[in-house]
């Protein structure tokens, strides 16, 4: 049985169940069947030979039987003897001769003929006019003749045929049922011996929109390889871009270093050269290093009570002296004494980072707002620029890794950093969004939980 499909487990049990259940049916039908025959046969057969004792009487010394008696009536042979057992009129049927039973009063007989069909034999012994007589019935059990037996014969030919349709028909049934199963398992196979992710299960248009759990298993597997083969595509995408940014910093720090060895005059300036692309690199690194952490849940946050108002302030600081370049003036409106639940380095990376953009792709002479309020249970922190902006169809693009928008390539960056900022945000259970408008200018948000 283990090595059979289901289509046809599911139907050798129900065609067993099916011909176990018709069977019971037709085995009461004929047992019933043939005892409410036999029933009444043998209560014809009483009444036969209880009327025939009534046309019996004695005239002069002899019996003398009726006119009205007749002596086969209803499938009733009635037969009439002596005292002695002598047979005096009527008869019993030729084949049954042989093997009539001896007389007996008010018993009820079985044989069975030749062919062996059963027969009921019935004596009564009474007296007329002090002179005992017999009168004997003989009748063939009517179940043989009874509609009823012709109706079961049919059910017995209909029965089996009936369960041989509905073995074959569910089976068929099943075997489509299961065509999306054993779909599945060709498209798994298939990518198992090739790898190509883009292989999806076959559902026809008037499956698609179904409540049958095979379909919603076959469309679930779509999902599930729609999903794989964008993570696989990612995943690649991941690593070419992750090759393509290193390469850059590390010619650079090759070429500069050549020129280094040859050319003393020149060594002091390659040095800076080759130290601002090593840190360009250490971040990048240590950036993808974060990400990384946080996919696996390997991110280790040395929590303790911070006191984000403080951070902000340090952060407006900070980035005032690099805002300066652009002549962006860094405003605050800072509400005191919010304390969160955090790793104050990571903290002050999301705010860094942020306020780096808001520098980067700020208006020259303009300026950027870093704000703290408390919201709801939220300490809310928002860095606004007057830059450049973000179109509509960027926005939802700029958390992924190394997506940077086009109009912004010519400034230094990687596309890494607010990938970051989101990792990091969900670590510590807070959030970040954007509101932006191009050539108006953005406002990040960061949402943290307030400590209590
Ligand atoms: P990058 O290293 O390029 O700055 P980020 O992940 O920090 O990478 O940002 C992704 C992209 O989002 C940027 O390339 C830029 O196009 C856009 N962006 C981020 N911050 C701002 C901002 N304040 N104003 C306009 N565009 C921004």
């Given amino acids: 049985m283990g090595k059979l499909s289901i289509t046809k487990k599911i139907t050798i049990w129900y065609t067993i169940f099916m011909l176990f259940i018709t069977g019971c049916v037709l085995w ?15 209560e014809v057969l009483m009444e036969a030979v209880a009327d025939a004792s009534e046309e019996i009487e004695r005239f002069g010394g002899d019996f003398v039987v009726d006119d009205k008696l007749k002596f086969y009536e209803d499938g009733v042979y009635i037969s009439i003897y002596d005292g002695e057992g002598e047979l005096l009129e009527g008869r019993v049927p030729g084949e049954l001769v042989q093997i009539m039973p001896v007389l007996d009063d008010k018993e009820i007989a079985t044989i069975s003929d030749g062919s062996g069909e059963a027969w009921y034999v019935y004596d009564s012994l009474f007296e007329v006019d002090d002179k005992f007589v017999w009168v004997r019935g003989v009748v063939k059990d009517f179940a043989e003749q009874s509609t009823f037996t012709f109706i079961m014969r049919l059910a017995g030919i209909a029965f089996p045929g009936l369960v041989i349709a509905a073995a074959l028909g569910g089976y068929i049934i099943t075997r489509r049922a299961f065509r999306p199963v054993r779909d599945i398992i060709e498209t798994v196979e298939d990518i198992t011996a090739d790898g190509d992710l883009s292989r999806r299960v076959r559902i026809e248009e008037e499956h698609v929109e179904t409540n049958d759990e095979i379909y919603k298993l076959a469309g679930t597997f779509n999902e599930m390889f729609d999903k794989l083969e964008k993570t696989f595509d990612q995943e690649k995408q991941f690593t070419s871009d992750v090759s393509h940014e290193l390469r850059t910093p ?13 050319d003393e005059e020149y060594r002091e300036k390659a040095l800076g050269k080759i130290n601002k692309e090593a840190r360009r690199m250490s971040t ?145 259970g807070g959030s970040v969004d954007v509101t932006s408008k191009p050539g108006e200018g953005s406002r990040f948000i960061v949402k943290f939980p307030i400590y209590r």
């Fill in 28 to 42: 009461t039908l004929v047992y019933t069947g043939n005892l409410r025959a036999s029933e009444a046969a043998q």
């Fill in 250 to 262: 590390l010619a650079v720090i090759i070429s500069q270093s050549d020129y280094a060895m040859e």
């Fill in 284 to 428: 990048l690194v240590n950036r993808l290093l974060t990400l990384s952490r946080s996919d696996s849940g390997r991110l280790v946050l040395e929590k303790d009570q911070v006191d984000l108002s403080e951070v902000c302030e340090m952060v407006a600081e900070q980035q005032a002296i690099v805002a300066e370049d652009k002549n962006i003036s860094i405003e605050t409106d800072i509400a005191e004494d919010i304390t969160i639940t955090g790793d104050e380095a990571m903290i002050m990376r999301i705010l860094l980072n942020l306020m780096d953009n808001a520098v980067k792709y700020g208006r020259e002479d303009g300026k950027v707002t870093l704000s703290l309020a408390e919201e709801n249970g939220y300490a809310v922190c928002s860095v606004e620029d007057d830059g450049i902006g973000i179109s509509e169809e960027d926005l939802e693009k700029i958390w992924e890794r190394f997506y940077r928008v086009e109009a912004s390539r010519s400034e230094e960056g990687a596309g890494l950093g607010l990938a970051m900022v989101a990792a990091l945000t969900k670590a510590h």
